[in-house]
């Protein structure tokens, strides 16, 4: 009678472990990803996973730009692309659009002052949110999300080694990495941008930042565009995709918001 309650429980464990398997298999194929599973990611109820600290108000030093510098330095770089040694009118009219002299020095000015803005907007932001993220509290990670994202970043290793005609391990070897830096760096990683994509939502629900499907859909064909050349991306990763849409649309939102109420 023994016997057969010891058969009976192994083969309830090997059935139990069986499905557990199939479902693991199951969560881990793209294929069974839906555009939907990827929305459900960014409309997490923020609250039960994570205690935001404060974010309005943080302060920021800014990182200060040489204007005179850059400008220099950029027109020695067209002096010399163009082998002439010193900045004429005859030079500008030649090789620029520009009609003068200091019409060509003002436009490279504007552009220098664009780039930095933008250079330092993304910098403040990093910073905040890394400020906000030490003086937050993460209390469970949404294990869809971070399962994801491990299961993503692993699929691009995939096609980033297929594509320079190497095997995974070569790839990794390339990149200075062995399969235990490589686990660690996935799993750190992922629970970095796990938190970091909470703390946005909250911000976002907190503030009535919203996505619309079109800024969505714009954002998609924009990322396809750059992935034009790596087919391989396209027909490997649409789902990513979706993902990397709606992350750089609510980073570029929340990113606003925090540095125009950031304290420099």
């Not at 010891?6 to 555009?35: G, H, R, T």
């Not at 993304?122 to 890394?130: G, N």
Request: some cysteine.
């Amino acid at each position: 009678m023994q016997k057969k309650y010891k058969v009976l429980i192994i083969l309830l464990s090997l059935i139990v472990a069986l499905i557990f398997l199939a479902c693991v298999i199951s969560f881990f194929s793209n294929s069974n990803f839906e555009k939907e599973d990827i929305e459900n990611m960014f409309n997490l109820d923020t609250e039960d996973y994570i205690e935001v600290g404060k974010y309005k108000g943080v302060k920021c030093e800014l990182h200060e730009f040489d204007i005179k510098y850059d400008v220099a330095i950029e027109i020695e770089r067209d002096l010399a692309r163009h082998k002439a040694k010193v900045l004429t009118t005859a030079f500008v009219l030649k090789y620029t659009d520009y009609k003068s002299v200091d019409e060509y020095k003002s436009a490279i000015k504007k552009r220098i002052l664009k780039e930095n803005e933008l250079s330092q907007k993304k910098e403040v932001v990093d910073k905040v949110l890394d400020k906000i993220s030490k003086k937050s509290k993460l209390n469970n990670y949404p294990q869809g999300l971070y399962k994801y994202l491990i299961k993503s970043q692993e699929d691009k290793d995939e096609i980033n080694a297929e594509i320079r005609g190497l095997e995974l391990e070569q790839y990794y070897s390339t990149i200075g990495f062995n399969e235990a830096l490589r686990e660690e760096y996935i799993e750190n990683n992922s629970k970095k941008l796990v938190k970091r994509i909470l703390i946005l939502e909250y911000i976002a629900d907190k503030e009535d930042i919203e996505i619309t499907d079109k800024e969505v859909k714009d954002k998609v064909n924009d990322i396809k565009k750059g992935y034009q050349k790596s087919s391989k991306l396209l027909e490997n990763r649409p789902l990513d995709i979706e993902f990397e849409a709606r992350y750089s649309i609510l980073l570029d939102k929340v990113g606003d918001f925090l540095y125009r109420n950031s304290k420099f």
